[in-house]
């Protein structure tokens, strides 16, 4: 058994040092329409590191050949399956620039916007990566309106302004949690007027109720009355625009002492 193991061992050794031997022969070799066939091979078995070397010297050849076409875009799909996303991207985009009316411009678009996509990050990261991603889809969606891909794309689009709307929304929250009372305030604002339609609205307001009751708790009295007021405000939005809230209940108490230090005020 030992014997046979050892056997398939060395065989297999052999044979990967002749493959190797074979490939940098071929590599360093003049015929470029055998590197041309032999890197095709390569892609289709998925090794595309010896694809990519292929391809690299035989570019020059290739330029302005119908096999050059072919080449770029099949060097940008290699960095894309080997998950190098910003080289893929790269190489998408010179492809398409290069060649504009190629059958293949309109998926190099496409999957360019897709590595950045797929760079998105999570949200306690810098998100340049999804503005990035936003700004490619969009110039996919200009250049290719009629692409069946579009519905597809703006799906992606929604799903990275999302995305964005959550992390600026972390943002507001974190200012409220550090009892940064103005801070939130113009946060949660600015919010509420970019994404009028945001699920969190209910939550805003209640925070901002008590966002401006602290606030006015750690005010000077002559800030006062107009602090608490503002707390009142919210929170008759909050009853108009969310009857049923359970936040209304949970607000009671604090609008209670808001109400009982106004009228001490007076």
Same mark, same amino acid.
């Given at each position: 058994?030992?014997r046979n193991?050892l056997?398939l061992?060395?065989?297999?050794?052999?044979?990967?040092?002749m493959?190797c031997?074979?490939y940098?022969?071929l590599?360093?070799?003049?015929?470029?329409?055998?590197?041309y066939?032999?890197?095709?091979?390569?892609?289709e078995?998925?090794?595309?590191d010896?694809?990519?070397?292929?391809?690299d010297?035989?570019?020059?050849?290739?330029?302005n050949?119908?096999?050059?076409?072919?080449?770029?875009y +099949?060097?940008?799909?290699c960095?894309f399956?080997?998950? @190098?996303? %910003?080289i893929?991207?790269g190489y998408?985009?010179? &492809? =398409?620039?290069r060649?504009p009316?190629?059958?293949?411009?309109?998926?190099?678009?496409y999957?360019s916007?897709?590595?950045?996509y797929? +760079?998105?990050p999570k949200?306690s990261?810098d998100?340049? @990566?999804t %503005?990035t991603a936003?700004?490619?889809?969009?110039? &996919? =969606?200009?250049t290719?309106?009629n692409?069946?891909?579009v519905?597809e794309?703006?799906g992606?689009?929604d799903t990275?302004r999302?995305k +964005?709307a959550?992390?600026?929304?972390a943002?507001?929250n974190?200012?409220?949690?550090m009892?940064?009372?103005?801070a939130a305030i113009?946060?949660y604002?600015t919010?509420l007027?970019?994404?009028p339609?945001t699920?969190?609205?209910e939550?805003i307001?209640?925070?901002?109720?008590?966002?401006?009751y602290?606030?006015?708790?750690?005010s000077?009295?002559?800030?006062?009355?107009e602090r608490y007021e503002?707390?009142?405000?919210?929170?008759?939005t909050l009853c108009?625009?969310?009857?049923?809230?359970p936040?209304?209940?949970?607000?009671?108490?604090t609008i209670?002492?808001?109400r009982?230090?106004?009228?001490k005020?007076k």
């Amino acid at each position: 058994m030992f014997r046979n193991r050892l056997f398939l061992l060395i065989m297999m050794c052999l044979l990967g040092c002749m493959s190797c031997s074979k490939y940098k022969k071929l590599l360093k070799g003049t015929d470029n329409e055998a590197k041309y066939e032999a890197a095709l091979d390569y892609f289709e078995k998925k090794n595309y590191d010896r694809a990519l070397q292929l391809f690299d010297v035989m570019q020059a050849y290739y330029r302005n050949k119908p096999e050059g076409e072919k080449i770029a875009y +099949l060097t940008a799909e290699c960095y894309f399956y080997k998950e @190098d996303y %910003y080289i893929a991207s790269g190489y998408y985009k010179r &492809f =398409v620039t290069r060649y504009p009316y190629s059958n293949d411009a309109e998926d190099a678009l496409y999957k360019s916007a897709i590595c950045y996509y797929k +760079l998105s990050p999570k949200l306690s990261l810098d998100q340049s @990566d999804t %503005y990035t991603a936003l700004n490619e889809f969009q110039t &996919f =969606v200009n250049t290719f309106p009629n692409s069946p891909r579009v519905d597809e794309v703006n799906g992606k689009i929604d799903t990275l302004r999302n995305k +964005l709307a959550d992390k600026e929304y972390a943002i507001c929250n974190l200012y409220f949690k550090m009892e940064e009372y103005q801070a939130a305030i113009t946060s949660y604002e600015t919010f509420l007027k970019d994404h009028p339609n945001t699920e969190y609205r209910e939550e805003i307001l209640n925070n901002m109720v008590i966002n401006y009751y602290r606030y006015a708790e750690n005010s000077v009295k002559s800030k006062q009355r107009e602090r608490y007021e503002l707390a009142i405000e919210k929170y008759n939005t909050l009853c108009y625009v969310y009857p049923e809230s359970p936040y209304i209940a949970e607000l009671e108490p604090t609008i209670k002492k808001i109400r009982e230090k106004l009228e001490k005020i007076k």
